[in-house]
């Protein structure tokens, strides 16, 4: 209720603007609405990308062909990745609740840019579009994993130039979602609102902010060399033409590596805000935290070479990558460390968000720990290409901004629907996706190991056992997700009533009525405390 | 709902954003220097001879060019600030001219080489060597990118000269004529690195 | 910038201040073509130095002398000299950044 009229403001999900329905949406530039545009593209592609996994898995349930042809395979891990990672993890939580929540904790009425925020759903969709449709015209899906390694890429007949394009025009979104975020916490903090008494969300999406605005140019220009070596012979990755292939390997990982922590930031700053509230407790070492998070981002654009130790780069190169990746960690673990001191001796309040982040954590430090081993040079002989690679990046990305994402799903659930979510169900649903998560990635680790390689159709034999368990695990997890995703639809028919602040948050969303009107605070805030301050 | 309407505009947010952008913009080129530069190394005697290859008449009177550009359109802000509509249109059109000419040497510069069949994927240009397929590739590709950004940029120009023929950008409201400054300054910044690269090397 | 507005000045605004540490600041047009002509003589200097053999050097003092342009044309035409600092700090990170990736990259060229 509006305190000076006493007007009770409508939510902005019942605001009546210029346009009507599907309009209202698609025109808007409520920075609440574009983060649900986000919210029902990245889940629907996300169901894409799980349902290719789901096959993908199925056909390795046993050696030789089970239900696909070798290049079916192949297609089909290369879009599982594009999708996955350009259309799912990357945008996946700023897009969505930073778009969200960032401007309402901040203690502002909008982003900075509000139709720009517009255009990057544009963008999004179109990108998206261009990716899907490489799979249906041309001479044949992409084949080349969504790497896109030349000089495969540029030789093969696979239909490249959508895909490469769509994948440029989904950096251009990530580009200006980056810029707009930035601009909006330099110029929109509410009064009082110093850079250090900023929550952690924020900061992280901050620090994701610059990986995004500093490195996606690079694979933007990588991209449209691609597609000047496809269309014009430029030469530039062409062995015969005096190119080096290597060198497209240096400008693609020198993105997509600082665009894993484009995925991992804002996870961690949301596990930080789950944490604390369910711990009813200060975060433990605020500072720290923030210096982590922007020494992550910095750190981690000097590491890439680590996805090239096999590659035939110098002995100069493999160590100096080594150690950089070895120091990168160690930032993370800082915040592991303060996790685990924020829950001690805090007043713990079991609830499902609380229950994802305790499993983020889990499966976190276990992604973290296998890439200290894929860090180590003699290790990463053995492991490169291997499945023990796929178990890493599946446990610390999946696992990782995967669960932070069903975790801030249900964590701000009340405040963006103003109902609460059935808690059993959740919890059931939770529960049947981490054993799932558990059993389909850990044997890879394993399999790995002992030699299994990845992005392979076939597989000898002895491997087979361990392929039945994971592609069992799939299935667990996926019926998991089912009930997860179920869950939060059909509570939304619920005729629960979520209050502004059902947990005992501390940050300013929890403020604001659930749903939140449009322009977020009747009056702008004037910050005078701290954002965690529990007494 | 608050019935006073709030007039909001932070210009010092608009120009933040701008230069953002530029950041963007410096990374998305850089990537081709780190490709310039490593193949530079690898084939610098092949990249020393084709250098002389380029007219280097015609590359300084281009640099000269974009210079003089950047300092008509940063003088049209002066006069904006000044409230001299009719100057600031005057640097404002000569900025444009300036970099059409720009382009317009470029094509004649282009069409000499594409007399001669030398352009990425030909024929002619894989008989010379490896380093001279590189050399052009990235001439190519570099210049053709700059000039794409030159045609961005003379279109944001174009929009921003009709804004102030409108009155919509005045003395009191100017920050989009400081952008569209600082994005042709960028574009003249490429070509102040991108001329001795490939025309000095020599 | 970080100043906090008492709840009853913003509450009666109805137009927000607008945020410019430079709003009357003007450059003299003369300013301008004193640096255009320091510009054009660095570039028929560079022009000049390069036409004399002098191996690696020439493209050193090539970058060099185009990054003297640089900074002149981002310090007076770009007004990074009259913008706050974050400005300035921002865009010799951004170049350092791209500095210590090409030099990296190198650590695999020059040693295989």
Redesign the interface.
């Given at each position: 209720m509006n305190t000076k009229t006493g007007i009770v403001e409508p939510s902005f999900l019942e605001h009546k603007g210029k346009y009507k329905g599907l309009f209202s949406w698609i025109f808007s530039t409520d920075h609440k609405r574009i983060a649900l545009l986000y919210l029902f593209s990245i889940l629907t592609f996300f169901a894409v990308g799980a349902t290719l996994g789901l096959l993908m898995k199925f056909e390795l349930i046993a050696p030789g062909k089970t239900i696909m042809t070798p290049q079916a395979y192949n297609a089909f891990f290369t879009l599982h990745g594009i999708v996955m990672i350009f259309a799912v993890v990357i945008p996946g939580l700023p897009a969505v609740f930073g778009n969200f929540m960032l401007p309402i904790m901040i203690g502002a009425k909008d982003v900075a840019f509000p139709r720009i925020n517009l255009l990057s759903w544009y963008l999004y969709v179109t990108g998206v579009s261009l990716v899907l449709i490489s799979q249906f015209t041309g001479q044949g899906p992409p084949d080349t994993g969504w790497t896109f390694y030349a000089p495969y890429s540029f030789r093969t007949t696979g239909n490249m130039l959508p895909a490469v394009f769509g994948a440029f025009v989904l950096g251009f979104s990530s580009i200006l979602t980056g810029l707009n975020f930035l601009v909006t916490m330099h110029r929109m903090r509410a009064p009082g609102m110093t850079w250090l008494k900023m929550p952690l969300f924020p900061w992280t999406l901050y620090a994701t902010g610059w990986v995004q605005l500093l490195a996606t140019p690079i694979i933007g220009i990588t991209l449209l060399m691609i597609v000047a070596e496809r269309t014009l012979h430029i030469g530039f990755f062409d062995p015969t033409l005096g190119g080096d292939p290597l060198l497209y390997q240096h400008l693609f990982w020198t993105y997509s590596h600082p665009a894993v922590y484009i995925m991992i930031l804002p996870a961690m700053g949301a596990i930080s805000e789950i944490i604390t509230t369910f711990s009813h407790k200060t975060i433990f070492g605020y500072k720290f935290m923030v210096v982590s998070a922007m020494a992550i981002a910095f750190v981690g654009y000097f590491v890439w070479g680590h996805h090239m130790f096999t590659s035939g780069m110098s002995g100069t190169a493999l160590y100096t990558f080594s150690l950089l990746t070895f120091l990168v960690a160690i930032p993370s673990a800082i915040k592991v460390f303060n996790w685990i001191s924020t829950m001690h001796q805090g007043s713990l309040d079991l609830q499902t968000p609380f229950y994802w982040a305790i499993a983020f954590i889990f499966v976190f430090m276990i992604g973290g720990f296998s890439g200290l081993i894929l860090g180590s040079l003699a290790a990463n002989v053995h492991l490169h290409n291997t499945h023990f690679v796929v178990a890493h990046f599946h446990f610390i990305v999946f696992g990782g901004t995967g669960f932070a994402f069903f975790g801030a799903m249900h964590y701000w659930y009340p405040k963006i629907t103003g109902k609460m979510y059935d808690t059993r169900w959740a919890n059931i649903g939770l529960v049947l996706f981490f054993i799932g998560f558990i059993t389909l990635y850990g044997p890879m680790f394993y399999l790995g190991f002992k030699g299994m390689p990845r992005r392979y159709y076939d597989y000898d034999e002895v491997f087979h056992a361990g392929n039945i368990i994971s592609t069992m695990g799939s299935w667990v997890l996926y019926s998991g997700l089912a009930i997860i995703i179920i869950n939060l639809f059909a509570s939304l028919k619920s005729r629960s009533k979520a209050p502004s602040d059902p947990w005992g948050g501390k940050t300013l969303e929890w403020t604001v009525p659930s749903p939140p009107p449009v322009e977020n605070f009747d009056e702008i805030p004037v910050v005078t405390k701290g954002p965690y301050d529990y007494k | 709902?608050n019935t006073?309407?709030?007039?909001?505009?932070?210009?010092?947010?608009s120009k933040?954003?701008m230069?953002?952008?530029l950041?963007?913009?410096?990374?998305?080129?850089?990537?081709?220097?780190?490709?310039y530069?490593?193949?530079r190394?690898?084939?610098a005697e092949a990249f020393h001879l084709a250098a002389h290859e380029l007219n280097?008449a015609i590359g300084?009177i281009n640099?000269?060019i974009l210079?003089?550009s950047?300092?008509t359109i940063?003088?049209s802000?002066?006069a904006i600030?000044?409230k001299n509509k009719k100057l600031a249109l005057i640097f404002l059109g000569t900025t444009i001219l300036l970099g059409l000419a720009f382009l317009v040497n470029k094509y004649f510069e282009w069409g000499e080489h594409l007399k001669e069949h030398i352009y990425?994927?030909s024929a002619v240009l894989?008989l010379r060597?490896?380093?001279d397929?590189?050399f052009y590739?990235?001439y190519?590709?570099m210049t053709g990118?700059h000039a794409l950004h030159i045609i961005i940029g003379l279109v944001f120009i174009g929009v921003i000269t009709a804004m102030i023929y409108r009155d919509k950008i005045t003395s009191d409201n100017f920050v989009l004529l400081?952008n569209s400054?600082?994005y042709w300054?960028l574009v003249?910044?490429i070509w102040?690195?991108l001329?001795?690269?490939f025309y000095?090397?020599? | 910038m970080d100043l906090p507005l008492p709840p009853v000045l913003s509450h009666y605004l109805n137009l927000t201040i607008i945020m410019e540490n430079e709003k009357n600041h003007i450059i003299p047009y003369r300013t301008f073509l004193y640096v255009l002509a320091l510009l054009i003589t660095l570039t028929l200097t560079s022009v000049a130095i390069t036409q004399i053999y002098l191996g690696t050097l020439t493209v050193v003092l090539a970058l060099v002398i185009a990054a003297v342009k640089s900074s002149f044309v981002l310090r007076i035409f770009m007004h990074l000299k009259f913008e706050q600092k974050m400005f300035s700090i921002a865009v010799i990170a951004v170049v350092l950044i791209l500095c210590v990736v090409i030099i990296i990259t190198f650590l695999d060229y020059l040693y295989r």
């Amino acid at each position: 209720m509006n305190t000076k009229t006493g007007i009770v403001e409508p939510s902005f999900l019942e605001h009546k603007g210029k346009y009507k329905g599907l309009f209202s949406w698609i025109f808007s530039t409520d920075h609440k609405r574009i983060a649900l545009l986000y919210l029902f593209s990245i889940l629907t592609f996300f169901a894409v990308g799980a349902t290719l996994g789901l096959l993908m898995k199925f056909e390795l349930i046993a050696p030789g062909k089970t239900i696909m042809t070798p290049q079916a395979y192949n297609a089909f891990f290369t879009l599982h990745g594009i999708v996955m990672i350009f259309a799912v993890v990357i945008p996946g939580l700023p897009a969505v609740f930073g778009n969200f929540m960032l401007p309402i904790m901040i203690g502002a009425k909008d982003v900075a840019f509000p139709r720009i925020n517009l255009l990057s759903w544009y963008l999004y969709v179109t990108g998206v579009s261009l990716v899907l449709i490489s799979q249906f015209t041309g001479q044949g899906p992409p084949d080349t994993g969504w790497t896109f390694y030349a000089p495969y890429s540029f030789r093969t007949t696979g239909n490249m130039l959508p895909a490469v394009f769509g994948a440029f025009v989904l950096g251009f979104s990530s580009i200006l979602t980056g810029l707009n975020f930035l601009v909006t916490m330099h110029r929109m903090r509410a009064p009082g609102m110093t850079w250090l008494k900023m929550p952690l969300f924020p900061w992280t999406l901050y620090a994701t902010g610059w990986v995004q605005l500093l490195a996606t140019p690079i694979i933007g220009i990588t991209l449209l060399m691609i597609v000047a070596e496809r269309t014009l012979h430029i030469g530039f990755f062409d062995p015969t033409l005096g190119g080096d292939p290597l060198l497209y390997q240096h400008l693609f990982w020198t993105y997509s590596h600082p665009a894993v922590y484009i995925m991992i930031l804002p996870a961690m700053g949301a596990i930080s805000e789950i944490i604390t509230t369910f711990s009813h407790k200060t975060i433990f070492g605020y500072k720290f935290m923030v210096v982590s998070a922007m020494a992550i981002a910095f750190v981690g654009y000097f590491v890439w070479g680590h996805h090239m130790f096999t590659s035939g780069m110098s002995g100069t190169a493999l160590y100096t990558f080594s150690l950089l990746t070895f120091l990168v960690a160690i930032p993370s673990a800082i915040k592991v460390f303060n996790w685990i001191s924020t829950m001690h001796q805090g007043s713990l309040d079991l609830q499902t968000p609380f229950y994802w982040a305790i499993a983020f954590i889990f499966v976190f430090m276990i992604g973290g720990f296998s890439g200290l081993i894929l860090g180590s040079l003699a290790a990463n002989v053995h492991l490169h290409n291997t499945h023990f690679v796929v178990a890493h990046f599946h446990f610390i990305v999946f696992g990782g901004t995967g669960f932070a994402f069903f975790g801030a799903m249900h964590y701000w659930y009340p405040k963006i629907t103003g109902k609460m979510y059935d808690t059993r169900w959740a919890n059931i649903g939770l529960v049947l996706f981490f054993i799932g998560f558990i059993t389909l990635y850990g044997p890879m680790f394993y399999l790995g190991f002992k030699g299994m390689p990845r992005r392979y159709y076939d597989y000898d034999e002895v491997f087979h056992a361990g392929n039945i368990i994971s592609t069992m695990g799939s299935w667990v997890l996926y019926s998991g997700l089912a009930i997860i995703i179920i869950n939060l639809f059909a509570s939304l028919k619920s005729r629960s009533k979520a209050p502004s602040d059902p947990w005992g948050g501390k940050t300013l969303e929890w403020t604001v009525p659930s749903p939140p009107p449009v322009e977020n605070f009747d009056e702008i805030p004037v910050v005078t405390k701290g954002p965690y301050d529990y007494k | 709902m608050n019935t006073t309407p709030e007039i909001h505009r932070d210009d010092l947010a608009s120009k933040t954003g701008m230069w953002f952008f530029l950041f963007t913009e410096m990374l998305l080129f850089g990537g081709l220097f780190i490709v310039y530069s490593i193949y530079r190394f690898r084939n610098a005697e092949a990249f020393h001879l084709a250098a002389h290859e380029l007219n280097v008449a015609i590359g300084t009177i281009n640099t000269i060019i974009l210079l003089v550009s950047s300092t008509t359109i940063a003088m049209s802000i002066t006069a904006i600030q000044k409230k001299n509509k009719k100057l600031a249109l005057i640097f404002l059109g000569t900025t444009i001219l300036l970099g059409l000419a720009f382009l317009v040497n470029k094509y004649f510069e282009w069409g000499e080489h594409l007399k001669e069949h030398i352009y990425p994927g030909s024929a002619v240009l894989a008989l010379r060597g490896q380093g001279d397929v590189l050399f052009y590739g990235l001439y190519f590709f570099m210049t053709g990118l700059h000039a794409l950004h030159i045609i961005i940029g003379l279109v944001f120009i174009g929009v921003i000269t009709a804004m102030i023929y409108r009155d919509k950008i005045t003395s009191d409201n100017f920050v989009l004529l400081e952008n569209s400054g600082l994005y042709w300054h960028l574009v003249d910044l490429i070509w102040i690195f991108l001329f001795p690269l490939f025309y000095l090397i020599t | 910038m970080d100043l906090p507005l008492p709840p009853v000045l913003s509450h009666y605004l109805n137009l927000t201040i607008i945020m410019e540490n430079e709003k009357n600041h003007i450059i003299p047009y003369r300013t301008f073509l004193y640096v255009l002509a320091l510009l054009i003589t660095l570039t028929l200097t560079s022009v000049a130095i390069t036409q004399i053999y002098l191996g690696t050097l020439t493209v050193v003092l090539a970058l060099v002398i185009a990054a003297v342009k640089s900074s002149f044309v981002l310090r007076i035409f770009m007004h990074l000299k009259f913008e706050q600092k974050m400005f300035s700090i921002a865009v010799i990170a951004v170049v350092l950044i791209l500095c210590v990736v090409i030099i990296i990259t190198f650590l695999d060229y020059l040693y295989r």
